[in-house]
């Protein structure tokens, strides 16, 4: 007869024969879950206060373990998870692991500590208290790199740019402006982030194995202590969740691909064809074939990294489909999808070093942004004044354009003559309409490439990354 001190492990009682050796490591989880001894002892201290409060543990008894529990995490804040896995190869995930080393610490009290608890409210709420403290690490890097695009936006001044549909040249924009639009995505994946952490912010503890625990536990002693707004409402969906994990994927798929699209813009700008962005050395990479090449790794790396992130949440959505309730094993797999992330945060603070390192080629940037007729919507604007409609505004300009094009000037370097062969709306004015500066400010609306409304919407972003700040604080507090 196997039993619980023969085998080591926590539920040996009804087995007659051991477990296939092979079978036994590979379902294991203890290779991975590592990651959440932190989390797992905060758990059990909560469980512990629970416990004494229901009065199965007395006070000192609570003292002891509690103590213990602390030991074990600082014991273990040193190493990394690698050896922790190596000390306990007979552990079978971190809270057999955790019981394990309890035992060692203070003999047959640690055994007391699963009473009223099991292991598939312990693993949801582990799994929580992780995406949580993501999140707030993502929001952080956000706002680092939100706070670099910012910084970029104000040195950037008045400098110009082309903006571009369809990848062809449109009209110019202050540099600001577009840097500024990433900023605004970033700051839509910080918030999607908030909703995403105030959702999962509820305690399982108290839920059981499935139908809730066996000793009238008060549940909001725990919940309290960890941080959480209140206890989850049904043991059935609080131990069978894992919506939270999906969720904080797919929200980062949002962050990835932002991230793609800035990695992809530094990459096209940065080539010489563009020619409007120099790549920091610190940040780039030589050819051990090419002695003149300046490769743009870092940005080409993150446009292949997101990948993981959207295909951790594809194999999460497929993990959750079509799984009954409650608990099952398949959710031990969500754990790694989530694990397997882990890398946002760091990526996103060497994408704010690097925007910070970059240098914008001013002079190179504004002749492109007065090549091509880019002014010739403020030159049908311009007519649209003098009582034209714009469709016709629209086709008189079409036809300078043209003429311009073939002789190889731009609109403003037109005659009044020239000008008046394609209507005769055109006065001495014109010209100073369709300057550099009046083709910008002429887009003098909330949310346009106006100077004023630029430094307007600087003020105003600048607020949105204090709030964001301070509202990360404030839910790591
Ligand atoms: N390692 C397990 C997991 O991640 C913990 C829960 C185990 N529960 C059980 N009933 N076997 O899902």
Redesign the pocket.
């Given at each position: 007869m196997i039993n619980e001190q023969q085998s080591g492990k926590m539920w040996s009682g009804r087995f007659r024969e051991p477990l296939d050796a092979e079978f036994e490591n590979w379902q294991r989880?203890i290779g991975f879950?590592w990651r959440l001894l932190d989390e797992e002892i905060a758990a059990s201290k909560a469980h512990a206060s629970a416990l004494r409060a229901a009065k199965i543990l007395t006070n000192d008894e609570t003292t002891e373990l509690r103590a213990a529990l602390d030991a074990i995490a600082a014991e273990h804040a040193s190493q990394a998870g690698k050896a922790l896995v190596r000390d306990h190869a007979t552990a079978e995930?971190i809270?057999h692991f955790v019981e394990l080393k309890l035992v060692e610490r203070v003999g047959s009290l640690g055994l007391k500590l699963h009473t009223g608890r099991?292991?598939?409210e312990?693993?949801a709420t582990d799994l929580r208290l992780y995406v949580r403290e993501q999140i707030s690490l993502v929001q952080n890097a956000l706002a680092a790199w939100a706070n670099a695009l910012v910084e970029q936006a104000r040195a950037a001044g008045d400098s110009v740019m082309p903006s571009y549909t369809h990848l062809q040249r449109a009209e110019p924009v202050l540099v600001a402006h577009w840097l500024l639009a990433y900023v605004e995505m970033i700051l839509r994946d910080a918030a999607r982030l908030g909703d995403c952490s105030a959702r999962l912010n509820f305690c399982p503890l108290g839920s059981g194995?499935v139908a809730g625990a066996t000793l009238a536990l008060d549940r909001t002693i725990a919940a309290r202590e960890l941080g959480f707004t209140a206890p989850t409402a049904n043991s059935i969906d609080a131990t069978s969740d894992r919506d939270f994990i999906l969720e904080y994927l797919q929200t980062l798929t949002f962050v990835g691909l932002h991230l793609s699209r800035f990695a992809e813009e530094i990459t096209l700008f940065a080539t010489a064809e563009f020619g409007f962005i120099t790549l920091p050395e610190a940040f780039s990479t030589g050819s051990s074939a090419m002695p003149q090449k300046k490769n743009p790794d870092l940005t080409e790396l993150i446009r292949a990294k997101v990948g993981r992130i959207h295909g951790a949440a594809e194999a999460v959505t497929l993990q959750l489909k079509g799984l009954p309730l409650a608990?099952n094993?398949d959710?031990?797999e969500t754990?790694e999808q989530a694990f397997s992330v882990s890398f946002v945060p760091r990526m996103l603070s060497l994408v704010a070093r690097f925007i910070t390192a970059l240098q914008f080629n001013r002079e190179r940037m504004s002749e492109a942004a007065q090549s091509g007729c880019l002014n010739a919507m403020a030159a049908a604007t311009y007519l649209v004044h003098k009582g034209v409609p714009f469709r016709t505004a629209h086709e008189k300009i079409g036809h300078a354009v043209r003429y311009a094009i073939e002789n190889g000037v731009e609109l403003d370097a037109l005659t009044l003559d020239e000008l008046r062969q394609f209507g005769e709306e055109f006065e001495d004015d014109f010209f100073a309409a369709v300057t550099l500066t009046a083709t910008l400010d002429c887009h003098n609306v909330t949310g346009g490439t106006a100077r004023v409304r630029v430094k307007e919407a600087l003020a105003a972003t600048l607020k949105k990354i204090d709030a964001l700040i301070q509202e990360v604080a404030h839910a790591g507090s």
């Amino acid at each position: 007869m196997i039993n619980e001190q023969q085998s080591g492990k926590m539920w040996s009682g009804r087995f007659r024969e051991p477990l296939d050796a092979e079978f036994e490591n590979w379902q294991r989880s203890i290779g991975f879950d590592w990651r959440l001894l932190d989390e797992e002892i905060a758990a059990s201290k909560a469980h512990a206060s629970a416990l004494r409060a229901a009065k199965i543990l007395t006070n000192d008894e609570t003292t002891e373990l509690r103590a213990a529990l602390d030991a074990i995490a600082a014991e273990h804040a040193s190493q990394a998870g690698k050896a922790l896995v190596r000390d306990h190869a007979t552990a079978e995930d971190i809270h057999h692991f955790v019981e394990l080393k309890l035992v060692e610490r203070v003999g047959s009290l640690g055994l007391k500590l699963h009473t009223g608890r099991s292991r598939n409210e312990q693993i949801a709420t582990d799994l929580r208290l992780y995406v949580r403290e993501q999140i707030s690490l993502v929001q952080n890097a956000l706002a680092a790199w939100a706070n670099a695009l910012v910084e970029q936006a104000r040195a950037a001044g008045d400098s110009v740019m082309p903006s571009y549909t369809h990848l062809q040249r449109a009209e110019p924009v202050l540099v600001a402006h577009w840097l500024l639009a990433y900023v605004e995505m970033i700051l839509r994946d910080a918030a999607r982030l908030g909703d995403c952490s105030a959702r999962l912010n509820f305690c399982p503890l108290g839920s059981g194995a499935v139908a809730g625990a066996t000793l009238a536990l008060d549940r909001t002693i725990a919940a309290r202590e960890l941080g959480f707004t209140a206890p989850t409402a049904n043991s059935i969906d609080a131990t069978s969740d894992r919506d939270f994990i999906l969720e904080y994927l797919q929200t980062l798929t949002f962050v990835g691909l932002h991230l793609s699209r800035f990695a992809e813009e530094i990459t096209l700008f940065a080539t010489a064809e563009f020619g409007f962005i120099t790549l920091p050395e610190a940040f780039s990479t030589g050819s051990s074939a090419m002695p003149q090449k300046k490769n743009p790794d870092l940005t080409e790396l993150i446009r292949a990294k997101v990948g993981r992130i959207h295909g951790a949440a594809e194999a999460v959505t497929l993990q959750l489909k079509g799984l009954p309730l409650a608990y099952n094993k398949d959710l031990q797999e969500t754990q790694e999808q989530a694990f397997s992330v882990s890398f946002v945060p760091r990526m996103l603070s060497l994408v704010a070093r690097f925007i910070t390192a970059l240098q914008f080629n001013r002079e190179r940037m504004s002749e492109a942004a007065q090549s091509g007729c880019l002014n010739a919507m403020a030159a049908a604007t311009y007519l649209v004044h003098k009582g034209v409609p714009f469709r016709t505004a629209h086709e008189k300009i079409g036809h300078a354009v043209r003429y311009a094009i073939e002789n190889g000037v731009e609109l403003d370097a037109l005659t009044l003559d020239e000008l008046r062969q394609f209507g005769e709306e055109f006065e001495d004015d014109f010209f100073a309409a369709v300057t550099l500066t009046a083709t910008l400010d002429c887009h003098n609306v909330t949310g346009g490439t106006a100077r004023v409304r630029v430094k307007e919407a600087l003020a105003a972003t600048l607020k949105k990354i204090d709030a964001l700040i301070q509202e990360v604080a404030h839910a790591g507090s």
